[in-house]
């Protein structure tokens, strides 16, 4: 009996830890395939042609302003972390708003960065107003 | 006196494994060979070229006299692999960035984008020069040419991304036009491997 409970506990300790660890792995497979040969599989970016997602304050201070961003792309100057870049992103209109939703979480969650977490509500709000290549902020 | 036999066995087994890690001291020359008139081996060799770089310069086998150089294959509205092997050639670009007798060329794959203008605010924005490394464009018709001299791959093809296919390949090319090296420039520990490769060429006499 004792060793059942042992070994039930053991299990349930694992459980919560892989679910600790593995919450974004639907968003990580999704930057893998649609935002990983850019911004870097450690989201560093490219030097003064990509920015980081890494550490990028636009992501602190313009949340809102993201999910479009991943679904139309985007045209013109953008400033991160005080530096300016001006290469055109290209949209990814296939993503539906969960999926957004799920790559903007595993960004959020990833090398460093500790931001709020979305929720889908909030994203489809944001898609509402979406627009192909937003104008520079 | 059967220990003893077995002991051998497991010291020589022991030291061949251990000559299997050593790195060569010299790189093969790759590619196909032939015999000369004089019964000579005639080597792959990269042709002439010429083409314009991002300012404005001439940029041909004069351009590389004596040095070593890493070649490969881009172009900038690439939504592909393109950012990833600038990153990696950037990294080879940053270890040898003292060392003069290695220089890098990317070779546009969409020259008729990718402007004398284009490439120098690409190189700008990647903090290089054009001194140490040469982003070129020219005739569609020759870069595609020699490509397939570089082991490499370029076509334009209106169903690949961006409109432009082309293999993320970094090829190591010795002051001898012989291609020595080469690499899957997306790949960041075959690229490690690469800069290894790169350092044995520099060690060359």
Redo the contacts between chains.
């Keep these: 009996m004792r060793n059942k409970i042992i070994v039930l506990c053991f299990a349930i300790g694992v459980f919560c830890f892989s679910c600790e660890t593995q919450t974004y792995e639907h968003g990580k497979l999704l930057y893998t395939n649609f935002c990983e ?2 911004h ?1 599989a450690d989201g560093t970016g ?5 920015p980081p997602l890494a550490g990028a304050d636009f992501l602190k201070n313009s949340p809102e302003a993201v999910p479009c961003i991943i679904r139309a792309g985007y045209k013109g100057k953008m400033t991160v972390n005080g530096k300016e870049y001006d ?2 992103m ?1 949209g990814i209109e296939r993503l539906t708003e969960f999926e957004i939703t799920n790559i903007i979480n595993y960004i959020h969650t990833s090398w460093g960065n500790n931001l709020p977490i979305v929720q889908h509500p909030d994203v489809r709000e944001q898609l509402k107003a979406c627009e192909k290549n937003t104008k520079p902020f | 006196m059967r220990v003893i036999f077995i002991l051998s066995i497991v010291c020589a087994s022991f030291l061949m494994a251990c000559q299997s890690n050593l790195r060569p001291e010299t790189l093969p020359i790759l590619g196909n060979k032939d015999v000369g008139p004089n019964g000579d081996t005639i080597y792959h060799t990269i042709p002439d070229f010429s083409f314009i770089d991002q300012d404005s310069q001439v940029v041909n086998n004069a351009s590389f006299a004596g040095k070593a150089y890493v070649a490969d294959f881009f172009f900038i509205a690439c939504p592909t692999i393109c950012p990833k092997t600038s990153k990696q050639m950037l990294r080879i670009h940053d270890h040898f960035k003292d060392n003069p007798n290695l220089l890098l060329l990317a070779h546009s794959v969409a020259p008729k984008y990718d402007t004398v203008a284009a490439l120098n605010r690409y190189a700008r924005n990647l903090g290089v020069e054009s001194k140490k490394w040469h982003f070129v464009t020219g005739d569609q018709a020759k870069i595609y040419e020699i490509a397939g001299s570089y082991f490499s791959i370029a076509q334009e093809d209106p169903t690949a991304p961006g409109g432009f296919d082309h293999s993320g390949r970094l090829i190591l090319v010795d002051k001898n036009r012989h291609v020595r090296s080469f690499c899957d420039g997306t790949d960041p520990e075959d690229v490690d491997r690469f800069m290894l490769d790169i350092q044995t060429l520099l060690n060359e006499k």
Excluded: D
């Design positions: 040969n850019c870097m490219l030097k003064g042609l990509i290469t055109e290209a």
